[in-house]
């Protein structure tokens, strides 16, 4: 009974084969067993590298009991170890013993649970070990070969022709979604995803155009979505059975979401799926090969079936679909169509599926029309103790016409948040109907403004913006803590002697990629397009040749083509900076270093920095990554604290100056405490993983998650050094990235990189042979890292924001009317502002990013109206009650007048308006106007300017009032 009851696994290694073999154990394991509550332990490793793992453990109970609670038990015989896990408490530092958590220790017959973690390991394949443990029977696990080890150079990522192998492990960023109850869950908790349907995407319907990769990562930045779905049309014209582009389009949209870690629904779309069960069955095994192993995918076997039996024709069809894909893909998420246009979800609890396990039931609704009698319904539906998921919802009448009906519509999403019901909104297209998200000809790859959202459009992105932005769900799981056996001292870390085109690490090949820059495209002494520069301590300042510090693209040195980034830098910054999507919590960056200098191992070094994050464009708060006191280190700001310990300083491995390095830092702020790991040529060097790592005391958990604002690449120096810094073949990408060529962003056209040739491979990260022991500066030192008099600190300047703005997350809009009859919507790109401790909320508006879609007309607004040469900006200032935010409950708004003091065009005035102020969360509040602040040009000594454009374009009129209307979100420092 052990060699098949508690087996060890890899999965989908010889497809049909392997399958057979596992069943053929697996019912000989159920033969033999009693009734009691035992379980089924499976080993399973997701993938592997030359120095890493990533492996699960399965436990099915395959009695006929529930099991309450359970410990299971494992030790590697050879260098494999644990660095963190997922979904269970881990304890031990091998052997292993691994406990269930609150919410998964309770397995049903015939259900599973998992738990996951990451491993290190040396050359040879990882290693499959024995499970001992009585919810495993008391037996022990066979040893059942694992799939050859292949470096992670050559693990596919996300294209048309990857293996369904996941390129870093089952998670792709997202945590498995598993239905406990009657919820769905992600990391144990209920996983409220907020995203949207895409529309039919039958040829020639008109909603096919979304289906773009920008579309997905558009949702993804600046909605904040977690979720998208693929609405595939079948049998009607231009569908999937007549049309082979509606699948293209389909892995395209699916691709781009594993790219952007979000969840996808592949949506077999039609009303009359039982009338091509055998095409939707091929379909669907296509795509459970293709991407079984993502944690992203979410299979949805029929979307609206029409008023037909549930037990006689619906529960069949899905049973037999979900055979196939489970034959094929064990566990992710299964979401079941139910009778009457996917509504009487009560009629399915009373008959649900029990053959097969993860399964979640489609409930649809349309606020204008379906109303309490579908909520009441759903609540049956939920009581009886099926799980369900909205894959379809509208803001208007089930024809898709009518007016969004608000109220309604709120009541619908407070029932599915109190009852953790994910959603996802009908639909992301720009046919003139009620329920489309986009005003027509809308643009196909997102960066729409607000005048291009519907009515429907822009309450589904305030509450999918309110509802994402501070959750968790989406992310991978947190790791534990380390254990105790890893060094946290770089200078222990061995040397590699060898050269980064040739070291097997973790590249991908665009998954995940936010942008990379191989500085080919631009020309020698210009700064690269698509960058923002901090050059002397001034954002955006002048960046030539001629000028103290530069940073601009140089072709006296490069590690791959012609040409890199040339950094000129000392005690004022030369760095380029580049904005971050809103929402990043996990960052990989990865550059090529050359310096005219050493880094590391130096003596008497106080502080330098090549790379890290800018929370702002400045130097007032950011994640500095470098040289810090002679070693390479991390120095936080404001906080002014640094890693390595004391003990470290002026030791470790040294980057020689003239010679090219592979530098790759991990932000990762979704873990239990904030990590940073910086390696050099594949070698971890240095880390941040535990409040023990600080010199100046511990920083909390949290210490790096508000700083994913902006990334800086470049040379800072505090040691009065000046050097030159080229850097080469930069990637910013969202997924762990290697030393090898560098990957185009996964959602762009960006042309691949050229290798590099092995003449210019750099050298071996070496510590000095003649390498100080650790110096302890003398007792006069300051601890912290203080920059030289001459230099400008930003590490003392203080804040005393309580609230700050969300910038990615509001907006301010106006509205201007020219001959009479023409309106225009228009905005300003750059607002920021906070509420002070003492309750002062400011908004600061940059005058200069006035945004109305027409280039020329932007410069004459800026140039004749605002005259943002004397007037840059305006200015906000009003006094928040102070018990207006405190009072509120999360989830609850209130309403109130304010009166504030409004600077602009150097005149000073009194506004006054009605605002709503929503509690979002307990960190996250949203202030929106309920009725527009009319700005009369005359009252800010601008009817001049307002006559100077009328003249300008020869206009008959200009209107001298506008009417503004904005939303902002502030969150709590």
């Keep these: 009974?052990?060699?098949?009851?508690?087996?060890?696994?890899?999965?989908?290694?010889?497809?049909?084969?392997?399958?057979?073999?596992?069943?053929?154990?697996?019912?000989?394991?159920?033969?033999?067993?009693?009734?009691?509550?035992?379980?089924?332990?499976?080993?399973?490793?997701?993938?592997?590298?030359?120095?890493?793992?990533?492996?699960?453990?399965?436990?099915?109970?395959?009695?006929?009991?529930?099991?309450?609670?359970?410990?299971?038990?494992?030790?590697?015989?050879?260098?494999?170890?644990?660095?963190?896990?997922?979904?269970?408490?881990?304890?031990?530092?091998?052997?292993?013993?691994?406990?269930?958590?609150s919410w998964n220790g309770t397995i049903a017959p015939n259900q599973t649970v998992e738990f996951g973690f990451q491993g290190s390991k040396g050359a040879a394949a990882a290693q499959i070990p024995t499970i001992t443990g009585a919810v495993c029977g008391g037996t022990t696990t066979s040893s059942v070969a694992p799939a050859s080890s292949s470096t992670p150079s050559s693990i596919p990522g996300v294209s048309s022709s990857r293996s369904s192998v996941s390129s870093n492990g089952t998670t792709q960023g997202v945590a498995p979604l598993v239905v406990q109850g009657n919820k769905v869950t992600a990391n144990g908790q209920p996983a409220n995803l907020a995203g949207m349907s895409l529309f039919w995407s039958n040829t020639g319907w008109g909603g096919e155009k979304y289906y773009t990769a920008q579309t997905v990562s558009w949702l993804k930045s600046d909605w904040k979505a977690n979720l998208v779905r693929v609405a595939m049309g079948v049998e009607d014209a231009g569908g999937y059975l007549t049309d082979a582009s509606n699948k293209a389009r389909a892995t395209t949209v699916i691709d781009a979401a594993i790219a952007n870690n979000m969840y996808v629904i592949i949506d077999w779309h039609t009303h009359h799926a039982e009338d091509n069960k055998a095409q939707a069955i091929t379909f669907f095994k296509e795509m459970a090969t293709k991407y079984g192993n993502y944690n992203n995918v979410i299979y949805e076997v029929y979307n609206e079936p029409l008023?037909?039996?549930?037990?006689?024709?619906?529960?069949?069809?899905?049973?037999?679909?979900?055979?196939?894909?489970?034959?094929?893909?064990?566990?992710?998420?299964?979401?079941?169509?139910?009778?009457?246009?996917?509504?009487?979800?009560?009629?399915?609890?009373?008959?649900?599926?029990?053959?097969?396990?993860?399964?979640?039931?489609?409930?649809?609704?349309?606020?204008?029309t379906h109303k309490q009698s579908l909520r009441d319904k759903a609540q049956t539906a939920l009581n009886r103790g099926i799980a369900l998921f909205v894959t379809e919802w509208g803001s208007v009448n089930a024809d898709g016409g009518g007016a969004v009906n608000t109220a309604e519509t709120n009541t619908w999403l407070s029932f599915l948040k109190t009852n953790g019901i994910s959603h996802a909104n009908w639909a992301l297209n720009d046919k003139a109907e009620g329920s489309s998200a986009l005003v027509p000809n809308a643009s196909a790859n997102g960066g729409w403004t607000a005048a291009q959202l519907t009515a429907s459009g822009t309450l589904v992105r305030n509450n999918m913006i309110s509802q994402n932005s501070g959750t968790t769900s989406s992310v991978a799981p947190s790791s534990v803590a380390p254990s105790s056996s890893r060094s946290s001292t770089p200078s222990s870390v061995a040397p590699s002697s060898v050269a980064p085109s040739s070291v097997a690490s973790s590249v991908n090949n665009g998954a995940g990629v936010l942008f990379s820059e191989t500085f080919e495209s631009g020309a020698v002494n210009t700064q690269p397009s698509g960058w923002e520069n901090f050059i002397g301590w001034v954002p955006n300042n002048s960046n030539t040749t001629s000028g103290a510090q530069y940073a601009l693209i140089d072709s006296a040195k490069s590690y791959s083509g012609s040409k890199s980034i040339h950094f000129k830098g000392g005690a004022a910054p030369a760095q380029i900076i580049r904005a971050l999507p809103a929402g990043t919590q996990r960052l990989y960056t990865r550059a090529y270093v050359n310096m005219s200098v050493a880094m590391g191992n130096v003596a008497g070094d106080n502080h330098e920095h090549i790379l890290g994050l800018k929370k702002t464009k400045d130097a007032n708060d950011e994640i500095r990554v470098g040289q810090i006191k002679g070693v390479l280190g991390t120095n936080h700001i404001p906080s002014d604290n640094i890693a390595p310990k004391m003990s470290q300083w002026y030791s470790g491995p040294q980057m020689a100056a003239n010679t090219w390095y592979c530098v790759e830092v991990d932000y990762l702020a979704d873990q239990a405490y904030d990590t940073l790991k910086m390696r050099v040529n594949g070698n971890e060097v240095h880390s941040i993983t535990s409040a023990n790592d600080w010199n100046n005391g511990a920083l909390g958990a949290d210490w790096m998650s508000d700083k994913f604002n902006y990334v800086m690449f470049g040379f800072h120096s505090f040691s009065g050094r000046s050097a030159d810094v080229w850097m080469d073949d930069i990637v910013v990408s969202t997924q762990p990235i290697g030393c090898g060529a560098t990957p185009p962003p996964a959602s762009s056209s960006a042309p691949s990189s050229v290798a590099p040739s092995s003449s210019s491979a750099p050298s071996s990260v070496a510590p000095s042979s003649s390498a100080p022991s650790s110096v302890a500066p003398s007792s006069s030192a300051p601890s912290s890292v203080?920059?030289?008099?001459?230099?400008?600190?930003?590490?003392?300047?203080?804040?005393?924001?309580?609230?700050?703005?969300?910038?990615?997350?509001?907006?301010?809009?106006?509205?201007?009317?020219?001959?009479?009859?023409?309106?225009?919507?228009?905005?300003?790109?750059?607002?920021?502002?906070?509420?002070?401790?003492?309750?002062?909320?400011?908004?600061?508006?940059?005058?200069?990013?006035?945004?109305?879609?027409?280039?020329?007309?932007?410069?004459?607004?800026?140039?004749?109206?605002?005259?943002?040469?004397?007037?840059?900006?305006?200015?906000?200032?009003?006094?928040?009650?102070?018990?207006?935010?405190?009072?509120?409950?999360?989830?609850?708004?209130?309403?109130?007048?304010?009166?504030?003091?409004?600077?602009?065009?150097?005149?000073?005035?009194?506004?006054?308006?009605?605002?709503?102020?929503?509690?979002?969360?307990?960190?996250?509040?949203?202030?929106?106007?309920?009725?527009?602040?009319?700005?009369?040009?005359?009252?800010?000594?601008?009817?001049?300017?307002?006559?100077?454009?009328?003249a300008a374009v020869g206009i008959a009129s200009i209107s001298v009032a506008v009417p503004v209307d904005f939303a902002l979100v502030f969150d709590a420092r």
């Excluded at 979900?322 to 893909?329: F, Q």
């Excluded at 566990?331 to 169509?337: A, E, F, P, Q, T």
């Excluded at 509504?343 to 396990?357: C, G, K, L, W």
């Excluded at 990013?849 to 200015?875: H, Y």
Aim: overall charge neutral.
């Design 1 to 101: 009974m052990s060699s098949f009851k508690a087996s060890a696994i890899t999965p989908r290694l010889d497809g049909a084969l392997t399958r057979s073999l596992y069943a053929v154990g697996f019912s000989l394991a159920v033969s033999t067993l009693s009734t009691a509550a035992h379980a089924g332990c499976q080993y399973v490793i997701n993938n592997q590298w030359n120095n890493g793992f990533d492996a699960k453990i399965r436990i099915t109970n395959d009695g006929t009991s529930t099991i309450n609670g359970w410990n299971i038990n494992w030790q590697y015989s050879g260098d494999n170890r644990v660095t963190s896990s997922y979904n269970a408490t881990l304890t031990g530092t091998n052997p292993y013993s691994a406990t269930n958590l």
């Design 307 to 368: 008023n037909i039996s549930w037990s006689g024709v619906l529960k069949p069809y899905a049973t037999d679909v979900i055979k196939e894909i489970r034959a094929i893909d064990p566990d992710n998420l299964i979401i079941v169509g139910t009778p009457n246009w996917s509504q009487d979800v009560d009629v399915a609890a009373n008959d649900p599926i029990t053959a097969y396990s993860n399964i979640a039931y489609t409930l649809h609704f349309y606020a204008g």
């Design 786 to 950: 203080a920059p030289s008099s001459s230099s400008r600190s930003s590490s003392s300047v203080a804040t005393t924001a309580a609230w700050t703005l969300d910038t990615t997350a509001s907006y301010l809009n106006f509205v201007t009317t020219k001959n009479t009859h023409v309106v225009e919507v228009h905005n300003f790109t750059s607002i920021s502002g906070d509420i002070s401790a003492a309750g002062v909320a400011t908004l600061n508006i940059d005058l200069s990013t006035v945004n109305t879609g027409i280039a020329l007309r932007d410069q004459r607004m800026r140039d004749l109206l605002f005259e943002v040469t004397s007037f840059p900006s305006a200015t906000v200032t009003v006094a928040v009650p102070a018990t207006l935010i405190s009072s509120l409950a999360v989830g609850q708004s209130a309403t109130t007048d304010i009166s504030a003091n409004l600077n602009l065009h150097g005149v000073t005035g009194a506004i006054t308006t009605k605002v709503s102020v929503q509690k979002l969360s307990a960190n996250r509040v949203l202030v929106q106007s309920l009725s527009p602040i009319l700005i009369k040009a005359g009252d800010y000594a601008l009817t001049d300017g307002v006559e100077a454009l009328r």
